[in-house]
């Protein structure tokens, strides 16, 4: 009888349990380059073992081909996706050749797919606002992929100039990109140190649009769920005590703009306070999860990977890497 009576508490215990979420934002440079001979397997295979909730992936199109390829992302993502377990696909707005995907076991609610306003401001790689259920939550989350070129400052209505992708990027021994689109070019455009080059007022105006078409269209936001994540190709004063710069340079301008207009948290800052964690293989963090308080207070872990699958390692004879010039970043709430 005892035994039934502990067996009956364990079980009552259990009831209401919530269980841990995971996420992972990850740019996978052009399509999971590294892996598409591969048939994604080493990909899919990293990705069941972490078993994430969601996915938000940036430069999710195959834009990397070899030996008469033919392009099989994003066309296809729904089948890669099923092979990890996820059943639904988001593909935000692909106007260039790096759109981003969103990936989930959960059904995803498509809210608002960002290009820009037509005239002064250019969401160059897109972005996306959706709304996914988990645990009887509803949780906004927005994914961007900033532009990485050297604008020159030019903030006019039409494409900026130089969107090609810049000299020694090229692809791995034979590889060649499907032509048309904006590219994908590794540029950061900092503009040497402490500078923007114009580049990064650029990518200000981007995340601005983003944020005043998303989280700033709520009242109260800082009450609500919120998480928005990408490759921001900028970094963050907030990271100052590695970069040693001038904290009133332009160069943070874009991150600056978060924490001041917006109820928006930097999560691997908050996280680990004082700590310097590079997100790409260039030695910079530009790669970003960024959430509300509500959500911060669900967060139990917040890591950017290097280690297994997710190590970086320069491809032989090219400006490319394994897996990706990226490091995914991965949390628990």
């Known amino acids: 009888m005892r035994k039934y009576l502990i067996c009956a508490l364990i079980v009552l215990m259990g009831v209401g349990s919530v269980q841990a979420r995971k996420l992972i934002s990850w740019n996978i440079q ?21 078993d994430p909730d969601v996915c938000v992936f940036c430069e999710a199109k195959t834009t990397h081909l070899e030996n008469g390829q033919e392009p099989y992302l994003p066309a296809n993502w729904d089948k890669v996706a099923a092979r990890y377990g996820h059943q639904y696909v988001y593909l935000a707005l692909e106007q260039d050749n790096s759109p981003q995907v969103i990936t989930s076991k959960h059904p995803i609610n498509n809210v608002k797919r960002i290009a820009g306003n037509g005239s002064d401001t250019i969401v160059g790689h897109g972005a996306g606002w959706v709304q996914i259920d988990m645990d009887g939550k509803t949780y906004n989350i927005v994914c961007m992929h900033a532009m990485p070129f050297a604008m020159g400052g030019g903030m006019g209505g039409g494409r900026p100039s130089g969107m090609g992708r810049p000299q020694g990027g090229g692809a791995p021994q034979g590889g060649a990109r499907p032509s048309g689109g904006m590219g994908s070019g590794r540029g950061m455009g900092f503009g040497g140190p402490g500078g923007g080059g114009g580049s990064d007022e650029f990518r200000k105006k981007e995340v601005e649009y983003v944020c005043k078409n998303t989280i700033l269209t709520t009242e109260h936001p800082e009450n609500e769920l919120w998480l928005m994540m990408g490759d921001f190709n900028s970094i963050s004063s907030l990271d100052n005590d590695h970069y040693k710069l001038s904290a009133d340079s332009s160069i943070y301008c874009v991150h600056d ?17 004082g ?22 207070k669900q967060i139990k872990s917040a890591e950017i990977l290097n280690s297994g699958y997710t190590e970086q390692h320069r491809a032989t004879g090219a400006s490319y890497w394994i897996p990706s010039d990226h490091r995914p970043i991965l949390i628990e709430f």
């Open 30 to 50: 052009d399509g999971m380059w590294s892996d598409q001979a591969n048939n994604y397997d080493n990909f899919v295979e990293f990705l069941k073992t972490t």
């Open 275 to 296: 700590e310097f964690i590079q997100s790409s293989q260039n030695g910079r963090r530009i790669d970003f999860i960024y959430a509300t308080e509500p959500v911060i």
């Open 257 to 273: 703009y978060i924490r001041n207009n917006t109820p928006y948290i930097d999560v691997i800052a908050n996280k680990h306070p």
